[in-house]
């Protein structure tokens, strides 16, 4: 009876592998390094969470932790943007994303784009490889059926303005991050497709100043395909078919995806779907970092700092 009852007896539970203290002694001095050379930099040039202003940390380990959370499940959010649904309920083009866009996703996401925090670029890029995995992975109810063994993963070109402002382009660093960290699906394979047509500044317009009627017109046969004989990637001459996958990085009404898809199938691509890193739904009128973005960003700050008091 002890015997049986020893054996029922569950054994005391372990850390996790990757959470415990490394084995080499040279591991130990890398990281002791790092974590040195990490608060000197903090040291010099000052940091704080930008989801809760906790002090020297870019994203503190709560705020992280709540980023992971956020994007654990990937999800189906093609049925909220305007501009990829029809009249009578159809789905123009499937689109996945790692997480809806607010509270700890929505203030990195800002803080990444428009606040220089190109730091984030690393746990913005593991949630955006949660979603690439969701949709290269096996068939399931939101996904019926299986990608083929090789797809073009075709990112959503950012225009001259948001690179001279920026010094970067976000969905290519995003992509940097992913590559770097071997966290790419084997099947996928980056291919910088599409580019923006040229036009003239009296005809420009920023995507985030307006609404839903005005998105879809103002990038209305703005992409193109890029000229054959690229120097990191050269187009065939015929597509035939090949099968391809849209990114970009916050979904508002889907009016950017639809007409990079346009673009594509044009050109005889095979448009599959489209990967994004959040999802939003813009109200008429309203930019994607407006008021309502403003709202989630300060309300989850407001209760993580309420639940460290």
């Known amino acids: 009876m002890n015997t049986d009852t020893a054996a029922q007896a569950p054994s005391a ?6 959470r415990g203290s490394p084995g080499p002694a040279w591991l130990r001095a890398w990281l ?11 040291l010099v040039m000052p940091s704080e969470c930008v989801v809760c202003g906790r002090e020297d940390h870019a994203l503190c380990p709560e705020c992280s932790a709540e980023l992971r959370r ?56 593991r949630c955006l490889a949660r ?23 075709v990112p959503i070109p950012g225009t001259g303005s948001g690179w001279r402002r920026r010094g970067y382009d976000p969905v290519a660093m995003l992509l940097k991050a992913v590559r770097k960290e071997g966290r790419m699906p084997p099947q996928l394979a980056v291919a910088p497709v599409l580019g923006i047509r040229a036009r003239a500044p009296w005809n420009r317009s920023h995507q985030k100043g307006l609404g839903r009627a005005e998105r879809r017109s103002n990038v209305r046969n703005t992409m ?51 990967v994004v890193l959040a999802a939003s739904r813009a109200p008429e ?3 994607e970092n407006g008021p309502l973005g403003r709202l989630a960003e300060n309300s989850f700050r407001q209760k993580m700092n309420k639940s460290r008091q």
Do not use: M
């Not at 539970?13 to 990757?18: G, L, T």
């Not at 929505?106 to 220089?116: M, T, Y």
């Not at 995995?133 to 073009?152: F, K, T």
């Open 32 to 42: 002791g390094a790092e974590s040195a050379w990490r608060d000197f930099l903090f």
């Open 70 to 125: 956020e994007t654990a499940r990937p999800r189906r959010v093609d049925g909220s943007a305007d501009a990829l649904v029809g009249v009578a309920g159809e789905t123009y083009l499937p689109v996945v994303a790692a997480g809806v866009y607010r509270d700890a996703l929505s203030a990195s996401i800002l803080a990444f784009k428009n606040h220089g925090r190109t730091e984030l670029a690393a746990p913005l890029g």
């Open 13 to 18: 539970p372990r850390p996790a592998s990757h």
């Open 224 to 274: 193109k395909i890029r000229h054959p004989g690229g120097r990191r990637f050269r187009l065939l001459a015929n597509p035939c078919g090949q099968a391809v996958l849209l990114l970009d990085d916050v979904l508002t009404t889907g009016s950017t995806l639809r007409e990079g898809a346009k673009t594509l199938a044009n050109a005889g691509f095979d448009v599959r779907g489209a």
């Open 131 to 153: 979603a690439l995995d969701h949709v290269a992975g096996p068939p399931d109810r939101l996904r019926p059926q299986s990608l083929p063994p090789q797809v073009w993963l």
């Open 285 to 287: 009128g309203e930019a």
